[in-house]
């Protein structure tokens, strides 16, 4: 009934949507990429296996997935689907012409029926929650196995849904399988109307990440090697980071003598600006290609190599996460978790809320809100080895709840 | 009149403002730079001048403007106001901690007297066309000189300003300056009431390059030592795009026998996975880090360098643009232009739309649809050299038609 009123109200607002569309994406696609949203493609006959990720933090919360999907199972031909022109512009970044990319139609029977008749999908796995009446209908249609990937239900969600309780149930009764990532949201799923043979618990994939043993052993050879105490790593910064990290350092620096700053800007175009910049400001600095270890009266060492972060990691007693402090949006925090290194981290951090918010919760990490407060939290950090790593293991525990989500998905998929 | 009736309606809808703020903007940004929205900031008592550039694009377009200022007038303070979010990021990546950023203030008297009250602005220097009329009227309370840089107004935008004549033309009052692009934005803005003695007509600052000419020397040099003909440089080349040029230019290889190949990179990082490509794929694959000339009997030269764009593009016969081909909006064509290369472009232009549609309507520049269409553009192209300088040289007129505008807008700036 729900459904009807839905398709009903689709049509009426068809040619508004359209003028959208069109208005949002003239100039910005082709042609053929436009009609992609009415679910018209070039007809592809071999077998697919489909992702769904609406926007770019579903691409990038799947890329490790996926990744691992090619390796495992290379006779499989893939194609991802996104909503979002930046979920398309995250696709191309990370495969480039590898793997193939449709928009995902909009939300009408036509176009959807349009979709599975255009490409032969076998599987369609959808990244956390997107329920699309339609397109799980015409999936069906089209014996097509549904599955909920790292799926998440807010107990929000979870009421609105109820509010309709037969159409929740009709909806989620197309689902093949539900890989939650926790038990609550199982939980919220069951209430909703998924049978429980249906459900696994996965844990979050988002949170599953793996650290290469060597480089990490490389670091901690390195650490032990090195008489500077604290070591505070300044990692994967952006333009106009370097200034607050090296301020906050030049403060610290008064009370903790034996202090070094490492600093690894995260594009390679600004090693050398960023050592100069250092040096500008009065630091004996020194670069990793010079110097494969920091030597003993060096202040600022600048981590002028790529694929290395491992190393500057476990070489480090604390972490401050670049990106963060200028509008970026953060980077991954997981890694200074997984090491047991405690991290600090800036006011932007919309790129990672989940995994940032869960390792505040647990004191791993702490917000500077604007670069003065980071140079205070500096000056009030108790730089007491075993009080650093304790804090640091509060973030290991949260990697730990969940390891293996990766692995557990990717037998569950086939 | 309607200015009394425009501040009712934003009366009666700031419920509805404040809520699509809060909810954009929640979790990305920080209280401080959300209240800037409210004309809340900091108070600064030293004076500034202030570039308002609504987002990305005009932030772009302002930049070497805007360096330019920070050179000739160093004394100055200067404060950058973008209206979204995503021109903030394009400020911070460009100037990091060295320029002020603030969000201009949602369009009520209030939010503006407040922004003006935190800030002792003396001039507001608005790029292309954004007329706010709270923000118009209180600078003018606020004794601030207002201009207008890079003006431009369409014929369709100023139709509708003339539907209400009067009201556009209390709107443009407030302007000091207005330095218009070309003739007939400024026939369109002395039409809506601007007095002729205000305007100046300066050509377009986008279009507006400078070529390092012992950059340029150096790649002549090159290309007379050079045997191979003809040379086509994918410039700027993103992940996917790599493959698209080696399939096209394979295809050439069967009719000319003697080209070149210049692969450069946008990224430093993919310098290496590119030339591994290029030999994977059975070219005999140099890059220019070895051989600072290319081989006789190279087939595919790789730019593994940065800042010598001006070198490769001296050195081509034809330039293909990366970035275009993957949906990152394409990289500048005039540099080409400039340099009377014809240069070929993909599907997207999107950062680059009013440059890219201008060089193709003087024939300067070709689009292909898609990886099918350059094969068969580079296949159908005459090689013939004189042919192609003079398609180069279309491109020439329209950066010369441009030249200079730089400069006229910083001296009448001040």
Redesign the interface.
């Known amino acids: 009934m729900l459904f009807i009123l839905y398709q009903l109200l689709q049509f009426l607002f068809f040619p508004f949507i359209c003028f959208t569309l069109i208005k949002k994406a003239k ?4 042609l ?1 990429k436009l009609l992609e949203y009415l679910g018209i493609a070039k007809k592809q006959p071999f077998p697919v296996t489909c992702f769904h990720c609406v926007s770019v933090g579903e691409v990038l919360t799947a890329l490790p997935l996926i990744k691992q999907y090619q390796v495992q199972y290379p006779e499989q031909k893939l194609l991802i689907t996104t909503t979002t ?1 930046t979920g ?2 995250e696709v ?7 793997i193939e990319h449709r928009f995902l139609p909009l939300d009408f029977i036509l176009f959807s029926k349009l979709f599975f008749s255009c490409h032969n999908i076998q599987r369609i796995n959808i990244i956390e929650t997107e329920l699309w009446p339609s397109l799980l209908q015409q999936a069906k249609r089209h014996n097509v196995q549904v599955s909920l990937i790292n799926a998440r239900l807010s107990k929000r969600s979870a009421k609105r849904y109820l509010k309709f309780p037969r159409s929740a149930c009709w909806l989620v009764s197309h689902l093949d399988k539900v890989l939650a990532q926790h038990q609550d949201d199982a939980d919220r799923f069951i209430q909703l109307g998924v049978s429980k043979d249906k459900i696994t618990i996965t844990g979050s994939i988002k949170f599953d990440i793996k650290i290469d043993p060597e480089k990490q052993q490389k670091g901690e050879l390195l650490k032990k090697k090195c008489s500077h105490f604290p070591i505070i790593l300044a990692a994967s910064t ?7 990290m090296l301020t906050a350092f030049k403060t610290l620096q008064q009370t903790e003598k034996n202090a070094l700053l490492i600093i690894v800007p995260r ?3 600004r090693f050398d600006s960023v050592f100069h910049l250092a040096e500008k400001k009065q630091f004996k600095t020194c670069r990793k290609t010079e110097y494969s270890q920091p030597p003993q009266d060096c202040q600022v060492y600048i981590g002028d190599t ?1 694929g290395e972060m491992i190393i500057y990691l476990s070489l480090a007693d604390l972490v401050i996460m670049g990106g963060s402090f ?4 953060g980077h991954n925090l997981l890694e200074p978790a997984a090491l047991k290194k405690p991290a600090i981290t800036g ?4 790129n990672f ?1 989940d995994i940032t918010e869960q390792l505040i919760n647990v004191k791993h990490t702490i917000k500077a ?2 670069p003065q407060q980071l140079t205070q939290l500096l000056l009030k950090q108790c730089w007491d080895p075993d009080k650093l790593t304790e804090q640091g293991e509060q973030g290991l525990k949260v990697v730990k709840n969940n390891q293996g989500a990766l692995e557990k998905t990717l037998t569950l998929l086939i």
């Open positions: 100039g910005k696609l082709p053929s022109f398309y512009q191309k970044k990370a495969f480039g012409d590898n952006h333009k106009g980071e370097d200034e607050i594009h390679p175009e790529m200028v509008p970026v949006g006011p932007f951090n919309f809320t809100e604007n």
